[in-house]
């Protein structure tokens, strides 16, 4: 078995799971029969989220691929910040049977990861969330483990889907940001990426950033309250992303919040869509 670190460019900074909240170990299948690191990654993307969602990547040749590691993930809907996320390639749905070496690789992993998370309970997807993944043919009862209910309970995580590993490779979803959902009067712009729409929230206190179902997609600290580098990191990435030419240095240490809000604005008019 071989461990490699896919070398995924996300398009913002990732955020450090909480290795000690860790709660859950969640199996998926990527529902596609095959599947390269590269690709999945393109249709997160293309899912407006900051790249592949899923922690670690198990191919059928039995290689193992570092995705998000050990930062937040975006694969199961409410348990991203205390779940460890790790896809199969395959359709399990359709596929009676899964290799050797990528089972072998799985039952690795999970006992690798079983040990770093030392409460942790191994659950497929459908157990916390509906959905058919990881597929009806997927090995479970060879693996397993522990069965035990997981609790209902679920916290909002930033870039939430109900199903992570369904697919869509058109951008349908709109990022709004809004003071609350039911008010759409108090929308300020829809952005076809989240970045974009974070990079709005933050700059504006009480506002929020939702996804076309209305769920929260982001909820910014306190502006007022937020600490210097937690801002300007965001705006920094946020006007990288856009490909704005900025010196680092000078961006952190010289500019104003002034200057810098006067530098999204100028970049982002041509951006914006009001509805
Ligand atoms: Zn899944």
């Known amino acids: 078995m071989t461990v490699q670190n896919a070398n995924l460019k996300f398009t913002s900074k990732l955020t450090p799971l909480i290795l000690a909240g860790i709660k859950y170990i969640v199996v998926h299948h990527t529902a596609s029969l095959t599947a390269s690191p590269q690709q999945i990654h393109e249709w997160h993307l293309n899912n407006g989220w900051a790249g592949a969602g ?11 691929w570092i995705m998000r590691g050990d930062n937040v993930g975006a694969h199961c809907s409410g348990y991203n910040t205390t779940g460890y996320g790790i896809c199969c390639e395959g359709n399990f749905d359709v596929e009676t049977a899964m290799s050797t070496v990528q089972f072998d690789a799985l039952a690795e992993r999970i006992k690798f990861h079983a040990a770093r998370f030392k409460t942790a309970q191994i659950v497929r997807h459908s157990d ?4 058919a993944c990881p597929g009806r043919h997927f090995p479970w009862n060879n693996l397993i483990v522990s069965k035990s ?15 992570a590993e369904t697919v869509n490779p058109v951008p349908a979803n709109l990022y709004r940001v809004r003071k609350t959902w039911d008010n759409p009067a108090s929308q300020l712009g829809a952005y076809a990426h989240l970045s974009n729409a974070i990079a709005i929230a933050i700059e504006h206190p009480a506002y929020m950033v939702f996804d076309s179902f209305g769920n929260v997609a982001f909820e910014p600290p306190s502006f007022a309250t937020a600490p210097e580098k937690c801002w300007q990191q965001t705006a920094y990435d946020y006007l990288q992303n856009m490909g704005v ?8 240490d010289h500019m104003t919040r002034g200057e810098v809000f006067a530098l999204l604005e100028k970049y982002d008019r041509a951006r914006i869509s009001h509805f």
Do not use: C, H, M
């Open 245 to 252: 030419p900025i010196d680092e240095k000078r961006f952190n």
């Open 149 to 163: 209910q997981p609790p209902i309970q679920t916290t909002p995580d930033p870039e939430d889907t109900p199903n």
């Open 128 to 131: 916390l969330g509906a959905t």
């Open 54 to 64: 899923y922690n670690e990547y198990i191919r059928k040749n039995g290689s193992v």
